[in-house]
């Protein structure tokens, strides 16, 4: 049963942009907390960006703060991810992600236990 529904991905330029979205049912949505993590052959999940219930707290991994931003629109269930001035080492899987509690930081690692979910990933290439 799909619980997460992403769609955004593809290739991309350097310097391009991206928009990522994730959909949900309403139930998922008010957990707490959604967003994305990314992950590339042979390293684990990493912290993309996370956005809490309200808005108001949010999460970046390092390599990432200044050009890429999170939101959510309540309306549509939806939390989005738009991804600026692209680079090659941002080529990855990315996958949505809901769980409860609050954003954790980048060097928590990702998510675990129940009530987490995850899309089935899409995946972003940058590439000249």
């Known amino acids: 049963q799909v619980q997460l529904v992403e769609s955004g991905g593809g290739s991309v330029q350097p310097g391009g942009s991206l928009l990522l979205s994730c959909g949900t049912s309403l139930t998922i949505f008010g957990l707490g907390v959604m967003g994305w993590y990314r992950q590339v052959p042979g390293k684990q999940r990493e912290l993309v960006a996370t956005?809490?219930?309200?808005?108001?707290?949010?999460s970046f991994g390092d390599p990432v703060k200044g050009r890429f931003t999170i939101y959510r629109h309540s309306d549509e269930n939806t939390v989005y991810l738009q991804m600026d001035s692209l680079k090659p080492e941002d080529t990855a899987v990315y996958y949505c992600v809901a769980h409860p509690g609050r954003p954790l930081g980048p060097h928590v690692g990702p998510p675990t236990g129940p009530n987490v979910y995850w899309g089935q990933g899409t995946q972003v290439t940058v590439s000249s």
């Open positions: 956005i809490n219930t309200r808005g108001t707290g949010k």
